[in-house]
């Protein structure tokens, strides 16, 4: 069953990381669609991003988080910095405040995943050479580097968050 999600962006559709005890890096990668305006312009509705679960957090980096007062909702945000008790995380869009404006600090343990790639579907039909050339140079963007694992102590082994995880998920 999907889970809800918050304001930013959403993992409709997120494959989540599958065990067996491999522990490859593709078992730890999944989709995420943004619903929400909360990272314009980075991030628009309808765009998809491919997450990595369970990788170090960067300051910059665009994480997928369960919101801090309703944990089945997951939220897209940019990870700002490293405060006491976890991270200050903000929409880029200026005009939508469901961020750590409103709720403070992310705890660690509620950071699910990092995006590490944007896909943005074509907008309408793409008739004519030029449009189709605009949109394939601008649909597939990096939002970070390679992947990193993330230390034992910034997680929760492996049972930890992401393996609570459906295997489709929904944030905003």
């Known amino acids: 069953m999907p889970e809800r999600t918050p304001q930013g962006g959403s993992t409709h559709g997120a494959q989540g990381p599958e065990r067996d005890g491999h522990g490859g890096p593709l078992k730890r990668i999944g989709l995420a669609e943004v619903y929400n305006p909360s990272m314009k312009p ?6 998809q991003l491919v997450v990595t679960y369970g990788a170090a957090v ?24 490293r405060r006491p008790g976890g991270w200050w995380v903000r929409g880029d869009n200026p005009r939508v405040e469901n961020d750590s404006r409103e709720f403070g600090t992310v705890p660690d343990d509620l950071v699910v995943a990092r995006a590490w790639l944007r896909l943005r579907p074509p907008r309408g039909l793409q008739r004519s050479p ?3 050339l605009r949109w394939s140079a601008s649909a597939v963007r990096p ?15 492996a049972s930890g968050p992401a393996g609570l995880l459906s295997k489709r998920l929904r944030a905003r």
């Open 58 to 81: 960067r300051p910059g980096d665009i994480v997928v988080l369960r919101h801090p007062f309703q944990h089945d909702l997951l939220i897209v945000k940019r990870a700002i910095e």
């Open 130 to 132: 030029g449009p189709v």
């Open 42 to 47: 980075t991030l628009l509705p309808g765009d």
């Open 143 to 157: 939002l970070s580097g390679p992947l990193r694992p993330r230390t034992p102590a910034a997680g929760s082994g």
